[in-house]
């Protein structure tokens, strides 16, 4: 049964992470650590901030880390037992507690449409979100960027996209988007064009990696024939709910680092250096 509030968040993580080689080869991409923490962790952290009570990874083979590092380690526990080190766990710990975690394999890389449509089965007929965790996002001044996304939904009820300025040659590297500004920062969508180049570029709208989805997007996933690099894209299924005026472009409060880079992952590195490290 339908119903209107969002629960579960899907991260997309069966990719190889290349642009990281060979840091990558045995290691996924998302258990990375920023400062002392796996980038996915600070993913999870977003979505628990934001209400969500239920991750789904689409996972690939090789990444099982992922699942191990929201699960029991019983004999790490008791190795540290009684020790200061038990406080380093707490955080994690606290996500296991409030958050259900499952996994459903992606078994090709078929790109981030239909990694999204894998999780079907374990969404259903329900809005949902979904977090792609190289995108890092903080917001130091109020909720985090998925939270803010949420709350915009109780309002519009339809897919959201967060959006944010880049500059006009790094286009090609996104999903870019057009559209009314219908309040400040919010946009009602009519466009949408993944990896364009600048001549075909809308706008400098770059969406990043956070959505909200209707369910009806699974269909949309389903009927959407492969596009840029032969892969299934989000953001031509989305553009169909864009055509009917369901999707909405909103320039988030906060800062990304793209972790996918070398320089956003240094970046985004520093920043939580100076901002969450403790002694
Ligand atoms: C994906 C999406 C793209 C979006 C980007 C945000 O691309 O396809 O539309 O702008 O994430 O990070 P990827 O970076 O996976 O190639």
């Given at each position: 049964m339908s119903q209107n509030r969002i629960s579960t968040?899907?991260?997309?993580?069966?990719g190889f992470g290349s642009r990281f080689l060979p840091a990558t080869k045995a290691v996924p991409k998302e258990m990375l650590p920023v400062v002392d923490k796996p980038l996915i962790q600070y993913g999870v952290e977003e979505a628990v901030a934001a209400g969500l009570t239920q991750c789904c990874f689409i996972n690939g083979r090789h990444k099982q880390a992922i699942?191990?590092?929201?699960?029991?380690?019983?004999?790490?526990?008791?190795?540290?037992?009684?020790?200061?080190?038990?406080?380093?766990?707490?955080?994690?710990?606290?996500?296991?507690?409030t958050c259900a975690f499952?996994?459903?394999?992606?078994?090709?890389?078929?790109?981030?449409?239909?990694?999204?449509?894998?999780?079907?089965?374990?969404?259903?007929?329900?809005?949902?979100?979904v977090i792609l965790p190289d995108d890092l996002c903080v917001n130091s001044h109020g909720p985090g960027v998925l939270a803010q996304m949420v709350e915009l939904y109780e309002k519009f009820q339809c897919s959201i996209v967060a959006i944010e300025e880049v500059p006009s040659n790094q286009v090609s590297k996104y999903g870019v988007v057009d559209g009314d500004e219908i309040e400040e920062g919010i946009f009602r969508l009519h466009n949408m064009v993944e990896k364009p180049t600048v001549d075909e570029a809308p706008s400098n709208l770059a969406i990043i990696g956070r959505y909200i989805l209707s369910p009806d997007i699974y269909q949309l996933i389903g009927d959407t024939k492969p596009?840029?690099?032969?892969?299934?894209?989000?953001?031509?299924?989305?553009?169909?709910?864009?055509r009917e005026g369901r999707v909405i472009?909103?320039?988030?409060?906060?800062?990304?680092?793209?972790?996918?880079?070398?320089?956003?992952?240094?970046?985004?590195?520093?920043?939580?250096?100076e901002q969450f490290y403790e002694d």
């Open positions: 968040c899907v991260f997309p993580v069966a699942e191990n590092h929201f699960d029991r380690n019983v004999e790490l526990e008791s190795s540290i037992q009684g020790s200061s080190k038990e406080l380093l766990l707490d955080g994690v710990n606290q996500l296991m507690e499952s996994s459903i394999r992606q078994l090709q890389a078929n790109g981030l449409g239909h990694a999204i449509g894998c999780s079907e089965p374990a969404v259903g007929d329900n809005p949902f979100a596009g840029k690099s032969g892969e299934v894209q989000i953001t031509d299924a989305l553009m169909e709910q864009a472009g909103y320039q988030f409060k906060g800062k990304r680092f793209d972790c996918g880079s070398v320089r956003g992952y240094v970046a985004a590195t520093n920043y939580c250096f």
